[in-house]
């Protein structure tokens, strides 16, 4: 009998103490929960910079060892980087959702110009913040900033978990809304006492077989097959027809099917900004970029056409100029996934609200396609296309302008002859922008990342920290102005810390150089508040352990590019750019296509 009692007396407390360790086992943090969302939805790289009230998640980022942190040297630049993963992985192997991170206060604030240009530029993107216990919210603590509010119009969701239990559905669900349809960045703002908090032992989630409840969340990839029947009517019908690929014909993989279709009915595509590089810029039915910087041929294609077919583009003002006289004679056809874009500033004739790669993949293969000749619109075509075409290839030969400084136009040329077009360009917002957009041979899919809806001055060196992350066997170009260049410089520091092999092009005009064109064209030359005095940029990029090379003079250009691109590591190069340097065609703000400007 002793025996037996000693037995179920073991058992007994064999039996409690199991109990107990699964409960500790159940048991967890809030900040835990975090991490094994974010490893659960295949996060490898995070972006950010710590602090007080997001420091718990960051601890346990360091005990786990879970992720690769890239520390930015300001939370507008982790921002970006986030960007540049999710748009530069769309298409790969392993696509990813940028994640960044910043405390309350003045750390999510400084993410606010990086998530704006996310949400206009259509780009998927997790940031999470920390937020001040919650029995201080509302009553003005340090660093406490109203994060919800201020992110709620500039994301597709915001979200801040007031329970333990709430933080892993909600990290999936932000995730799920930031990909799904229109891509965009969501943010999910956690009070510091909700990342402590643990969980109770009935605490139970399945990523697996987790599904969303979102009551309104409306997404609709299938087209409607009569309303495709309509638009290829439209299509049969049209003598002058024109494409305009957008970037949702890139965020879709839909390059190659929409090479097919435009193959198979000859017709001319044009592209937005974010369009390009979703087919090689120089296939011969390709008329370039369109818009307020666009080709001739383009804009006047666009401006004479009697059918527009747009795929992924939301016919914002730099494409379309005055709305009044925009299309007039035109019918349109518009694909486009988000239904509040459709009949928004154009007026439609058949409107799909469809994933515009599942629409291309049925007209790539729809056989009521009609292939006509259509020669008389594509002679017209050459006839815009040679309007400036000599005049321009004279000013790229001659390779300098005013005081023998380098004109950019020369030097991106050079930059397409010596990389055939095939490497990846992360450009900064501004003139130098437009001349990669218009002279770069785009000839790899997915290749051009920049700032469009936003035209945020400061992006590319930290997307292209990104960018480059998602894409490391290819060579990455970061291509800035003076201006540009100076408001995220910091960021050289993550370069250098993680040793980044990002090519570097600093064109250096002294001005901002396309508020200097806006004041030569439009402001009688008073050049109020564009002119720069510069820093030694060698000496600066030697602080930080980067090779540099100063270029002067137009022939030695494509050594500097040469040395740049075959060095094993982050590389700048420096050129001496003519500040009187334009970019035409240019639309002037409000004016129609038809008052493009096409000469000095």
């Known amino acids: 009998k002793e025996n037996m009692v000693i ?63 890239i520390m930015s040297r300001h939370e507008q630049g982790a921002a970006f980087m986030a960007q540049g993963i999710s748009r530069a992985s769309v298409g790969t192997s392993h696509p990813r959702t940028g994640v960044c991170m910043a405390t309350s206060g003045p750390g999510a604030m400084n993410l606010v110009t990086g998530i704006a240009d996310a949400i206009m530029d259509s780009v998927p993107l997790l940031a999470i913040t920390g937020q001040v216990p919650t029995g201080v919210i509302a009553t003005d603590a340090f660093q406490e900033s109203d994060v919800v509010g201020v992110m709620m119009p ?32 969501v943010i999910v703002d956690i009070p510091k006492d909700i990342q402590l908090q643990e969980t109770d032992s009935t605490y139970q989630f399945d990523p697996n077989a987790y599904e969303p409840d979102l009551p309104g969340f409306f997404y609709s990839p299938v087209p409607d097959r009569n309303l495709i029947r309509s638009a290829v009517g ?31 009915a000859r017709i001319p595509i044009a592209f937005t900004l974010h369009g390009l590089s979703a087919i090689p810029v120089d296939h011969p039915l390709s008329l370039g970029m369109v818009g307020m910087h666009g080709t001739v041929e383009a804009n006047r294609a666009l401006l004479n056409t009697d059918l527009i077919i747009s795929f992924g583009m939301r016919f914002d003002d730099r494409v379309t100029g005055n709305l009044e006289v925009f299309g007039s004679d035109a019918a349109v056809i518009h694909v486009e996934i988000d239904p509040s874009e459709i009949d928004k500033n154009v007026k439609t004739s058949v409107a799909l609200n469809a994933d515009t790669g599942e629409v291309l993949n049925l007209l790539a293969r729809d056989p009521e396609i009609v292939a006509k000749p259509r020669r008389i619109w594509f002679e017209q075509i050459e006839v815009y296309r040679s309007e400036i075409g000599e005049a321009l290839q004279r000013e790229i030969d001659s390779g300098v302008g005013r005081k023998g400084k380098l004109l950019m136009k020369s030097i991106v040329t050079k930059l397409s002859d010596l990389t055939g077009g095939k490497d990846i360009i992360v450009s900064d917002v501004g003139q130098h922008q437009m001349i990669l957009a218009r002279f770069y ?53 993550a370069i250098m810390e993680h040793k980044i092999d990002v090519k570097i092009l600093l064109l250096n005009n002294g001005y901002l150089g396309m508020v200097r064109q806006w004041q030569t064209l ?36 494509a050594d500097a590019i040469k040395a740049a691109g075959e060095h094993q590591g982050a590389f700048m190069v420096e050129c001496l750019c003519d500040p009187s340097e334009i970019i035409l065609p240019m639309v002037p703000a409000g004016g129609g296509i038809a008052d493009m400007i096409v000469s000095k």
């Open 7 to 69: 037995l179920m007396l073991f058992i007994f407390i064999f039996t409690c103490q199991k109990r107990i360790t699964e409960r500790k086992i159940l048991k967890m943090k809030g900040t835990e929960l975090v991490l094994k969302a974010l490893k659960d939805k295949g996060v490898k790289y995070v972006f950010g910079y710590t602090g007080g009230a997001i420091m718990p998640i960051f601890d346990e980022m360091e005990k786990q060892k879970c992720f690769e942190f």
């Open 522 to 557: 439009f402001y009688d030359g008073r050049y109020a508040g564009t002119p720069m005095k510069n820093p030694d940029f060698g000496a600066i990029a030697g602080a930080y352990g980067i090779p540099y090379l100063k270029v002067t003079d137009m022939d030695k250009v």
């Open 234 to 264: 439209l299509i049969n019908r049209s003598e002058r027809p024109i494409i305009l690929c957008g970037h949702g014909v890139v965020t879709s993989n839909a390059g190659q099917n929409l090479q097919k279709f435009a193959e198979k």
């Open 441 to 493: 041979n785009f000839q790899t899919p997915n290749s051009w990342f920049t700032s469009g809806g936003a035209g945020t001055m400061g992006c590319s060196l930290p997307m292209a920290v990104g960018v480059k992350l998602a894409r490391p066997g290819e060579r990455v170009w970061s291509i800035s102005g003076d201006g540009g260049f100076q408001m995220n410089i910091q960021e050289l520091g």
């Open 154 to 185: 500039l994301t597709k969701q915001t979200y801040m978990p007031l329970k333990v239990e709430e933080i892993e559905e909600t990290i999936h669900e932000s995730m799920y809304v930031a990909l799904t349809g229109r891509g965009g960045p």
